[in-house]
Nanobody, 123 residues
Framework: QVQLVESGGGLVQAGDSLRLSCAGSGRAFSSFGMAWFRQAPGKEREFVAA????????YAEDSTKGRFTISRDNAKKMTYLQMSSLKPEDTAVYYC????????????????WGPGTQVTVSS
């Protein structure tokens, strides 16, 4: 298991950019595939982006491709989500998640989750 804490959320205007950070703890952070999910009020949690343990392979949800970029720094045990051209429909609580080795688009594949950080995009 790995402990995760997100930061960087806030209130922004449509078109702005924001970078979310996820701090991991534990010796084996570089062994974990990492992902970002989000959950808007009244909606199910949805996949946003994922990255493999070495950072060599990334995945993104179709509606965020070209706007959101996931990255990681294993030396710092950090995962990032750079978000640009934000839209009101991006408003949600954003969660960081971890699973051993490979990344996945399915939330049920992840065993470790952070508490989440709120992102609100005003129009």
């Amino acid at each position: 298991q790995v402990q995760l804490v997100e930061s960087g959320g806030g209130l922004v205007q449509a078109g702005d950019s924001l970078r979310l950070s996820c701090a991991g703890s534990g010796r084996a952070f570089s062994s974990f595939g990492m992902a970002w999910f989000r959950q808007a009020p009244g909606k199910e949690r949805e996949f946003v982006a994922a990255i493999g343990s070495t950072g060599g392979r990334t995945y993104a949800e179709d509606s965020t491709k070209g706007r959101f970029t996931i990255s990681r720094d294993n030396a710092k045990k950090m995962t990032y989500l750079q978000m640009s051209s934000l839209k009101p429909e991006d408003t949600a609580v954003y969660y960081c998640a971890a699973r051993m080795w490979t990344a996945s688009r399915r939330s049920g594949d992840y065993g470790s989750w952070g508490p989440g950080t709120q992102v609100t995009v005003s129009s």
